[in-house]
């Protein structure tokens, strides 16, 4: 088997694998040593104003060009890894789902621009559960959110990390607690 399908010089392929940690065990991570882009992935430079992630050489060096519209995905999901066999052609949305998949996305209070706490959360379904009545207006206002927020947890779009953990009845419950309406006085 031929590789080296980009057909870059020698010296270049030399300079590339010299700064890769081989393990002992083939199937382990091939670990990048040398500089990393702010991204942590690792950079390599094939000249002095041309650089290229490292994991993304190796893919190339062993698969040829990367097809236009496709990224190189970590099965391994370590970014200094550059064994091609942990690397696969996926697009965005392939990379996206298989980092939902593997349970690495971020979550809940991570989110930048989320406004409650996973204790915030984890008080508004013990509340409701209780038989506390709940409305939609009150719950926006005593959190500083929308009222739609509220519809979206109870429902599993948002906080499914903490609301999967519910059964289906007891959801029922706690939903059945949220006023619809909230009557104006």
């Known amino acids: 088997m031929k590789f080296n399908k980009m057909n870059y010089p020698q010296d270049i392929v030399d300079k ?5 940690n081989l393990p002992e065990d083939i199937n382990d991570c091939w670990e990048w040593s040398a500089g990393l882009f702010e991204s ?7 000249t002095s104003k041309i650089k290229i992630s490292a994991h ?3 893919f ?30 996926g697009t965005c949305k392939d990379n996206s789902e298989d980092m ?26 013990t509340t409701l559960y209780h038989g506390n009545k709940m409305s939609y207006r009150d719950f926006a206002l005593k959190y500083g959110v929308e009222r ?8 599993r779009v948002t906080w ?11 959801i029922r419950i706690i939903q059945n607690n949220v006023i619809k309406y909230s009557s104006r006085i």
Do not use: A, M
């Open 16 to 20: 590339f694998w010299s700064k890769v």
């Open 40 to 46: 942590g992935y690792g950079q390599f430079g094939i």
């Open 56 to 58: 993304k050489f190796s």
């Open 60 to 89: 190339q060096y062993y698969n040829g060009p990367i097809l236009k519209g496709y990224i190189i995905c970590h099965k391994c999901d370590n970014k200094k890894c550059c064994n091609p066999n942990h690397l696969f052609l």
């Open 100 to 125: 939902v998949r593997k349970g690495r996305s971020i979550k809940g209070e991570k989110i930048h621009t989320s406004v409650l706490t996973k204790n915030d959360v984890i008080e508004i379904l």
């Open 148 to 155: 739609r927020q509220l519809k979206n947890i109870l429902t």
């Open 160 to 170: 499914k990390h903490i609301t999967n953990q519910i059964s289906d009845d007891d």
